[in-house]
């Protein structure tokens, strides 16, 4: 047989082959595409669920953030006027300590000299009053 007769007569079917072929190979590449694309959408979808669980996050930890910064606001507004009050204490307390002393040095008996046991005993008594710790308290006055 002639090749050209071969051609001739069986052209048609190898072009048809061919093209099957050339199908076959397109549809596979296809699955191969669709199978990718499903996977990336996949993954599309994690990463906005991630983004989204993210932002939630971020909310919540910046509503913490204000309300933390809410609580040291009023933290510090209240320790400002612990201290006014405490300086406005203090001036009372050097007013009538002054005006103790004004008095006392008017006074003939504050000016007499206290025996040291006395002295001693008042002031164990005064600690203890105090609250002061690891102090003895005042000891009972010896009968006489």
Do not use: H
Not at 52 to 73: E, F, I, M, P, Q
Request: hydrophobic content about 40%; glycine content about 4%.
């Amino acid at each position: 047989m002639n090749p050209l007769t071969l051609i001739k007569n069986f052209g048609p079917a190898i072009v048809i082959g061919l093209i099957c072929l050339a199908l076959w190979m397109l549809n596979a590449r296809s699955s191969q595409l669709e199978a990718t694309n499903q996977r990336l959408e996949q993954l599309a979808n994690s990463k906005d669920d991630q983004i989204n669980d993210l932002r939630s996050k971020n909310d919540g930890l910046a509503s913490s953030v204000n309300d933390l910064a809410t609580a040291v606001n009023k933290q510090n507004a209240v320790m400002s006027q612990v201290v006014e009050q405490r300086a406005e204490t203090a001036q009372q307390n050097r007013k009538l300590q002054s005006e103790i002393k004004r008095y006392l040095a008017a006074d003939k008996c504050a000016v007499a000299p206290v025996p040291a046991g006395a002295a001693d005993r008042l002031r164990d008594a005064a600690k203890t009053a105090g609250g002061v710790p690891d102090n003895q308290p005042a000891k009972p006055a010896a009968s006489r």
